[in-house]
């Protein structure tokens, strides 16, 4: 084993890399374990996760002051002040504290004048939830908090907690075998003497595995000796996931590794194209990757980088990205700030077409899913009145602009589907992914008219037709925009188990407490044409301004006792543990610009649609048909 190894080539890194992750494939599989919540910082997680609990777990006070009947407040103006008597009309709340029937709005402290005997003025009525968090306003119970295949970060684990998930499955960290090699190296607690190599670049591997992901054992240093570094490579590969050597992989005459890894595997590559680091060694033994490293520190960190990172990814379901601090986007929406203070607001990011979108997520304080959602952050600096529409702003980003460039925007009406579709993508196109933003179906449009979506989900009930969907865009887009068939959606009145209000039609709703949907929601166009029918007026509905923006919020206030009824699909009923009273069938489609459905995410998008997986999602969900799932109308 004196003779020189006359095999090193000179492959292209790209090409190695490729050749080597092609070898792999098969071979390595990411598994799972579960481990507590407060332990899950920097893992990977197995699958999606789902809340248990909703946050708030009650409706609570947004601010300090005193809860009121907000109807026993209509008419106090500054011309015609009212006096609140305490225990009778008003009782005093801190932030955070529950709202208890039949209190339904806080008013903030500031805005109280303080007559003596517990007496209040006030000057202005209060409009029913204002300043009060509704149950479920930062987390739905049942609804996704996280998809597989995620990296966790601090944020993550607050929102996990808080959404009551104590114990978390998550992706195995790989374990790495770490060999120096060489009979010159000593270990550096050693005294050098000359001819010694104090080793180092061990311990660089045992750090980079670790912050990358893997758990690493470093072994001391083993002499140049042939059998020495076959038994260890041999014996590391049976009980390791992953084996690297360093040091030995050039072509000297005292180079063994590469003759030791050809006896006991296979070498896929023994040299690249790259400087300093070209005498790597790709090989698999007792199908495990072991990667021989040139000794030289610099030749070793751009080996580590460039082939045993993307190794480690395998193990981890990770796709190895570089990350952009911040772009140039546009805002979607209009930004109100107050001038006293410098504001972060997160949002999420999209490019549609030649254009980075910038989409605000829900403001204040107690928004922490608004942490989790976000792309990135743009600032509001003090002074400044906010940010308009289509207004150019700096956002600092969590995910890369790769990521970004490879995301489909949703934008428009709310459904638990989008939240499947989101989970799939990513783990069956491996550089795909969905943002989705809910804003109504309206505003998808809206939104998709302004360059800002790819598509937007929409249900429009055509009043005069009873059509859903074509009429709408028709008018707005005249022939440019095509519909993706989405699902058929059972849409009903989501009532308290047993049904004990015996609610079956809307005439039923005017003595219940009903809760709404936003305007320009296809629920909300549904509902209002539903009372125009019925020749209701909606000042008839108890809580017809009580808006909430998804079908799960309705439901979460429907559970908690907040509301008796409100219209919404039965996937959500099903997902909080109520009972379902139909009302119809609609119509739940996508619309997209006819330029887009030839883009590889559009066309992933819509073979998950048509996937059979996909179908059985929708049956575990229930209130769903999916006759014509993924099929074009081109108006």
């Known amino acids: 084993m004196g003779n020189r190894n006359l095999y090193l080539s000179n492959t292209p890194v790209e090409e190695a890399l490729s050749t080597y992750i092609d070898a792999l494939k098969g071979k390595i599989a990411a598994s799972s374990e579960t481990i507590p919540t407060i332990e899950a910082l920097n893992r990977v997680t197995k699958s999606a996760v789902y809340a248990k609990y909703c946050s708030p777990l009650y409706n609570a006070a947004a601010m300090d002051g005193v809860m009121v009947i907000s109807s026993h407040t209509n008419g106090a103006s500054e011309g015609k002040p009212l006096d609140l008597v305490p225990g009778r009309d008003y009782k005093i ?232 601090t911040g772009i140039e986007a546009i805002m979607a929406k209009r930004i109100v700030s107050s001038l006293k203070h410098k504001e972060y607001v997160h949002v999420k990011v999209g490019s549609v077409g030649e254009k980075i979108i910038a989409a605000p997520l829900a403001r204040g304080a107690g928004a922490a899913m608004s942490l989790v959602r976000a792309d990135g952050f743009c600032v509001i600096e003090q002074n400044s009145e906010g940010l308009e529409a289509g207004e150019k702003v700096r956002v600092e980003l969590y995910r890369s602009l790769e990521e970004i460039r490879n995301t489909l925007v949703i934008i428009g009406s709310h459904d638990l589907m989008i939240d499947v579709i989101a989970d799939m993508m990513p783990n069956r196109y491996k550089n795909m992914y969905i943002s989705s933003t809910h804003v109504g179906s309206m505003g998808g449009l809206m939104a998709l008219k302004r360059g800002e979506a790819h598509m937007a989900p929409i249900h429009l009930l055509d009043e005069n037709t009873g059509a859903y969907n074509v009429t709408y865009i028709r008018q707005m887009f005249s022939n440019q925009v095509a519909i993706i068939r989405g699902v058929g959606r059972v849409q009903g009145f989501i009532v308290k188990k047993g049904n004990p209000l015996d609610i079956h039609k809307i005439e039923d709703l005017k003595k219940n407490r009903y809760v709404n949907r936003q305007r320009g929601a296809g629920t909300r166009i549904l509902f209002d044409f539903m009372l125009k029918k019925a020749k209701l007026d909606s000042a008839e509905i108890n809580g017809y301004a009580n808006e909430m923006t998804t079908h799960m919020a309705v439901a979460a206030l429907v559970q908690s006792e907040s509301a008796d009824v409100g219209l919404g699909i039965q996937s959500a009923a099903k997902a909080m543990g109520l009972d379902f009273v139909p009302v119809g069938l609609e119509e739940y489609d996508f619309a997209i610009p006819k330029e887009y459905l030839e883009l590889e995410c559009v066309k992933a998008f819509i073979s998950i649609l048509k996937s059979e997986e996909f179908k059985e999602k929708l049956t575990e969900l229930g209130g769903y048909t999916g006759d014509h799932l993924g099929e074009i109308i081109n108006l």
């Open 93 to 324: 709340i801190d932030t955070g504290d529950p709202i208890s029937p039949p209190y339904d709005a806080v008013i903030m402290a500031e805005d109280l004048i303080e007559l003596g005997d517990g007496k209040l003025r006030i000057i202005a009525s209060a409009a029913p939830w204002d300043h009060v968090r509704p149950i479920g306003e930062d987390i739905v119970a049942g609804e996704m908090i996280l998809p597989s295949n995620h990296l966790i970060r601090p944020i993550d684990i607050g929102v996990l907690l808080s959404a009551g998930i104590l114990n978390l499955e998550v992706i195995k960290k790989p374990r790495v075998a770490i060999f120096p090699t060489g009979t010159e190296i000593i270990e550096p607690t050693e005294k050098p003497k000359e001819g010694d190599i104090i080793e180092s670049n061990s311990r660089m591997f045992e750090n980079m595995v670790n912050v990358k992901g893997g758990i690493a054992f470093r072994f001391p240093p083993v002499e140049d000796n042939y059998d020495k570094i076959k038994e260890k490579v041999a014996a590391a590969s049976r009980e390791y996931d992953l084996v690297i050597v360093n040091a030995g992989s050039s072509a000297g005459t005292e180079d063994f590794t590469v003759h030791v890894l050809r006896e006991l595997g296979i070498v896929i590559i023994h040299g690249v194209a790259i400087k300093p680091g070209k005498p790597v060694i790709l090989a698999i033994v007792n199908d495990k990757p072991v990667i021989g490293l040139p000794g030289y520190p610099v030749s070793a960190y751009i080996g580590f980088e460039n082939f045993v990172s993307p190794v480690l990814s395998m193990y981890l379901d990770q796709k190895m990205i570089a990350k952009e």
